[in-house]
């Protein structure tokens, strides 16, 4: 495509979503387009060292205002600035209604980004997503999904939240002029998708035109360098979710578990100022930063809660994963990482030392998870997910 194209980038405050989108504005400007990222003041210094254009500054521009009004009203602003600005397509991300909504009410084409396996498009032979549980292997199991899945979506506490969640997006809809909105979890004839993961981690599944797996989106934040351990051990890298582990107990399990172990422990807290008393034995460095294009490379096993980002970072190396997950996509992270055969899940209820230390022995050991992450990494090095991300969205600017 030879025509420039002025590109709206609506990016949510979780960093996990934030930095793919950002990892998008940065391709999107480098092959030429004008693009202007909607954010909150966080995020102003990295648009600012990307080169890119800012616009933003407060919570609401980009997130969900507390009342139906007040939301209202920020999408009829953001709408008025698409239209200001000129803009061909809206990229929101999936969690951000405001951006999507705006472009829908300006008549403006927009994409959705997903930053992790794709949660529609369940084929009823599939286990509901969130639940972290593998798709069928047999004939049989495909039939029992079948007849048990629509049942267990009804009880499942998401399904609540979705109605009372699409009521509400409904009365917003109508209140800007849009027809409402049949089902709030599928993709729309109108929209694209980006779905920003590995195409190891999804399930065989069939795919609406409409839906496109482009691989990952990567942005590493700076963060200061950072000594290795010393040693010649394997070094096992533990990076859990600094918002979903008040407690700290996957890094202080993970510490108890490997402490004895013959490896070198990397602990990264990711800022957190809570956790000065943790016990460091001889083989562990704590640190509050990592730069993960340094350390990644250098592991031998990277355990997490299954946050996407880590996740592919890891199998983008070559590296295999241990999740522990926290919350339910952590668990539906980690299910895809086994079933893909590049790493292991211990579930929340069972972790332990005995069991982190069981399953570390385990990957460590087998040649297997290794192989077959060195086999995902290849693919990702092959396939730029940013760039096919941007080129997708130029195609859908001007379809």
């Not at 400007?29 to 990222?37: D, K, M, Q, S």
């Not at 969690?95 to 994409?111: D, K, M, N, Q, V």
């Not at 899945?149 to 509400?168: D, G, I, K």
């Not at 950072?226 to 993970?254: I, M, Y």
Request: proline share 8%; aromatic share 4%.
């Amino acid at each position: 495509m030879n025509g420039r194209v002025r590109v709206i980038i609506g990016v949510e405050d979780l960093a996990g979503h934030a930095l793919p989108a950002l990892a998008l504005a940065r391709s999107l400007a480098a092959r030429g387009h004008e693009v202007l990222v909607h954010a909150i003041e966080r995020w102003r210094p990295m648009v600012d060292r990307l080169g890119l254009r800012f616009d933003g500054g407060t919570d609401e521009i980009v997130s969900d205002a507390s009342a139906a009004d007040g939301r209202v009203a920020v999408v009829r602003a953001l709408a008025a600035s698409a239209e200001r600005f000129g803009a061909d397509v809206v990229v929101s991300d999936a969690l951000t209604l405001t951006p999507a909504l705006a472009a829908e009410a300006a008549g403006i084409r927009r994409a959705i980004l997903f930053p992790e396996v794709y949660p529609y498009v369940t084929e009823r032979e599939l286990p509901p997503f969130s639940l972290g549980l593998l798709p069928p292997r047999t004939r049989l199991g495909a039939a029992t999904w079948r007849l048990a899945a629509p049942l267990a979506r009804t009880r499942l506490p998401s399904t609540a939240w979705l109605r009372a969640s699409r009521t509400s997006l409904n009365a917003e809809r109508r209140a800007l002029g849009l027809a409402p909105l049949e089902s709030f979890d599928r993709p729309r004839a109108d929209e694209l998708h980006l779905v920003a993961t590995l195409p190891h981690l999804e399930y065989p599944r069939v795919w609406p035109a409409n839906v496109q797996v482009t691989g990952p989106l990567i942005l590493d934040p700076p963060a200061p360098a950072v000594k290795l351990p010393p040693g010649n051990e394997p070094l096992v890298l533990v990076a859990p979710s600094t918002a979903k582990d008040p407690d700290g107990r996957l890094v202080r399990t993970s510490i108890a578990a490997l402490a004895d172990e013959p490896v070198r422990i990397l602990v990264t807290l990711s800022g957190r100022r809570d956790l000065d008393d943790l016990a460091t034995p001889p083989n562990c460095t704590v640190v509050d930063w990592v730069d993960f294009s340094l350390a990644i490379p250098a592991a031998s096993l990277v355990v997490c809660h299954g946050n996407h980002g880590t996740v592919v970072r890891a199998l983008s190396e070559g590296v295999p994963v241990l999740v522990s997950p926290a919350m339910p996509d952590d668990a539906e992270h980690g299910a895809r990482v086994a079933w893909a055969g590049a790493g292991a899940m211990v579930p929340g209820r069972l972790l332990g030392a005995a069991s982190l230390r069981a399953a570390a022995r385990r990957l460590l050991a087998g040649r297997e998870y290794v192989e077959r992450a060195r086999q995902i990494a290849g693919w990702a090095r092959e396939h730029d997910g940013a760039e096919r991300a941007a080129a997708l969205v130029e195609e859908h600017a001007c379809a």
